[in-house]
Structure formats: structure tokens, C-alpha cells
């Protein structure tokens, strides 16, 4: 492949309703979509890529303009420069990059569009790719922290309602034992998990061991992103099963997570992990010790849910992800909608790993664009 040159698009969209966590509320998802126009084999190309780095580094490290600048200052130049020496394939992407510590959500970006415009070339579909043999996952959603107990409780039947199959809880101290108590008394047998966003430290071993009450799916992330150890210790607290999300920012992480006991549990986000090729390597190796893996979302477009919706086809994703319909979060998506039907998402089987955008869509959402020459 011979990248030609890289639009960066941000997107600024409303969210339907305001999403709170234990570290932020937002109202906007201002997202970066990459569009690389590449040749392959002498075939004009597009392939898209989309970076769930948040607006301010209160999730993880990386935000947005930060994103843009490595990306614009480093990422693609690095690119230009090795596709002068041999053909670039998505394969060899993380290996040209590597010289750049960190920045894993850009770099995953990056990466993405480039597979996504090899594997159309290829009219391949990414599940196709994988060797993924089912149609459909089931779809989860994520709850924000409401601003009343019985507000949560009308949301929840709401989205049961729609079908969803499991329910996730945003939890935060003052916010915890008594709405998951309301949700698990009001649906005693609803596929339950909560989500902490690394809120709480080990002095609140014995109060988060309060939620085993509630026969929890899993715990999501409750101690700080490079508290291995102490989520192992918490792990011997409590019964209910240990799950990281921030911490596992590579294979390499998730095996020393899983070698201390400090999970059990792991979410595969690909644009925390680097990609959607890293995100693989760490589902095969959760399924190699047996530790079930999940697919987190990150309030994705259609672009980066249609990947998200094959990676979780893989066998190793045992539990239901975060991969709600496009409405859960957007009145219109860019793409065409992901709808949820009895409970599940359907597995994208089109050439690429992308779902395409609506150019009106893309153009009415973008609040700044600009294009990088290679
Ligand atoms: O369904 C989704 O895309 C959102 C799932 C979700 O809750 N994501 C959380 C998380 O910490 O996992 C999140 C992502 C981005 C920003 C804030 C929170």
C-alpha cells in the first residue's frame, strides 16, 4: 500500500442525553476520524480510522489536540518515510511506529485506517479477517450516574425495553451500594456489572465488598490505572470477579494482570490498546488462561462500532459488550445506524472493518478538517 494523504476530520456531536462517570460528565463526543486515501496494487483506496481519545486526558493520557499533533507531527510522517523503503501493510504499522513511547489510542487510529483500506482493497470484511463465524453479539449498555436513584431506575427499564441484554452501572463513592441495590431488586435476574473508572482506593475494600450482595457480572476498574497489585489484593476481598479496563493498555500488561490475580476479567478496548491487531493478541491470550474478555466502547461512531461489533464475534468474548445501537448515545450517527435486534448487533460482513460514513452526515458534524500530504 502507498498512502497518499490523510484527512483528519473532528467531529463535535451531541450526545442524546448528558453521560456521566466518575470522572466527567459530557453532553458532546468531539471524536477524531481519520479518512486515508491510499493505493493499493494500483486500486484508489479509502480507508477510515476513528481515535477514542476524549476532548481533556481525564480518561487516560491522551486527548484529543494531543492526539492530532502526534499523529500530524510524528505518526503519519514516520509512515510516509517507511513506505519509501517497502510496501506498507496494517501489519507492519506498530513495528514503524514503535519509536514513539505511548500515544496508543493515536497510533491505534492510525493503524485502523490503514487496515480498514487494506482489507476493502481486499474485499475482505474484517470479520471475515478474523476467521469470526458468527452474525450477531449480544449489546450491553453503559449507564451513566443519574441524578436520582428512581431516575436510574426509569433508564434501566428503558433500555430493557429495547432489548439490551446486560446492563453496566457507572458507579463513584456516594454512588454505588444503593442504586445497584435498587437495579438488582428491581431485576433480580438482569445481567448486572459496574464500572468505577478507578474511583476508589484499597481503604474501600470493605465497602466494595458490599456489592457481592448483588451477584455482580464483574467489578470494572476500581482502583487507579497502575494499581496491579492492589486490584490483586482487592480481588482477595471481594467475590465478585475483578475486570480492568484502564490498566490494560497491552498483551503485555494483560499478562502481568493476569499473572498477579489482578483480573479476571478483562475489557478489550482496540483504541486503548493500540488496535484492533493488539486487541486480538490480547484476546488470544486471555483465552489461553482462561479469562474471559469483553469489548468496551468508547461512545464510537458507526466507524469504530462496526469494528468493535466483529472483534467481539471472536469466541473468546464470553460476555456482553459495551456495543449499544447508535441511539444509545447519538440521534443520528455518521454512519448508517447500528440497531439492536432481540438483544444483539449485527456483525458487519461488508469489505473493511469500518462502516463508511454518510459524506452529508460527515461534512454536517465536522467542526475542523484539514489534510496531510504524504
Ligand atoms: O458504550 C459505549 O461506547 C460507552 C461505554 C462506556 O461506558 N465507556 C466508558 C468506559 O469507561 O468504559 C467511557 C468511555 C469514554 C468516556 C467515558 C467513559
Request: hydrophobic share 45%; net charge negative; charged share 20%.
Amino acid at each position: 500500500m502507498r498512502i497518499r494523504h490523510v484527512a483528519l476530520h473532528t467531529l463535535d456531536l451531541p450526545l442524546v442525553a448528558p453521560f456521566t462517570t466518575s470522572f466527567s460528565t459530557q453532553t458532546h463526543r468531539r471524536v477524531l476520524v481519520l479518512e486515508l486515501h491510499a493505493d493499493v496494487d494500483g486500486v484508489e483506496v479509502v480507508g477510515w480510522g476513528e481515535c477514542g481519545a476524549l476532548t481533556e486526558p481525564v480518561y487516560s493520557e491522551e486527548y484529543l489536540a494531543g492526539v492530532i499533533d502526534v499523529t500530524t507531527s510524528y505518526l503519519l510522517p514516520m509512515l510516509f518515510a517507511a513506505q519509501e523503503r517497502a510496501p506498507l501493510t496494517a501489519e507492519t504499522v506498530a513495528h514503524h511506529l514503535e519509536r514513539i513511547v505511548g500515544h496508543r489510542m493515536a497510533k491505534a487510529a492510525v493503524e485502523m485506517a490503514v487496515l480498514d483500506a487494506q482489507l476493502r482493497a481486499a474485499r475482505v470484511s474484517f470479520a471475515d479477517h478474523l476467521g469470526v463465524t458468527r452474525d450477531r453479539v449480544p449489546s450491553g449498555v453503559s449507564v451513566g450516574i443519574q441524578d436520582s436513584i428512581p431516575q436510574l431506575l426509569d433508564t434501566v427499564q428503558g433500555y430493557l425495553d429495547e432489548g439490551y441484554v446486560r446492563i453496566k452501572l457507572k458507579i463513584k463513592p456516594g454512588w454505588d451500594l444503593d442504586p445497584v441495590r435498587a437495579v438488582r431488586e428491581a431485576h433480580p435476574d438482569v445481567p448486572l456489572q459496574v464500572d468505577a473508572n478507578a474511583a476508589y482506593t484499597l481503604v474501600d475494600a470493605n465497602h466494595l465488598a458490599k456489592l457481592d450482595a448483588f451477584d455482580l457480572l464483574l467489578i470494572e476498574q476500581p482502583l487507579a490505572e497502575d494499581d496491579l497489585r492492589q486490584h490483586a489484593e482487592l480481588a482477595t476481598r471481594m467475590r465478585t470477579p475483578m475486570c480492568l479496563d484502564e490498566s490494560v493498555v497491552s498483551a503485555t500488561a494483560a499478562a502481568d494482570a493476569i499473572a498477579l490475580g489482578a483480573a479476571q476479567v478483562i475489557n478489550i478496548k482496540p483504541s486503548r490498546v493500540g488496535g484492533y491487531l493488539e486487541a486480538r493478541r490480547i484476546h488470544d491470550l486471555a483465552c489461553a488462561h482462561g479469562i474471559a474478555v469483553w469489548c468496551g466502547g468508547m461512545l464510537e461512531t458507526g466507524i469504530g462500532r462496526a469494528a468493535n461489533a466483529a472483534l467481539a464475534g471472536l469466541p473468546g468474548f464470553t460476555l456482553p459488550g459495551d456495543i449499544s445501537a447508535s441511539d444509545r448515545f447519538y440521534a443520528e450517527d455518521i454512519t448508517e445506524p447500528f440497531v439492536i435486534e432481540d438483544g444483539h448487533i449485527a456483525i458487519p460482513r461488508e469489505p473493511g472493518l469500518a462502516r463508511v460514513p454518510d459524506p452529508d452526515r460527515l461534512a454536517a458534524a465536522t467542526a475542523s478538517s484539514f489534510q496531510v500530504e504524504a
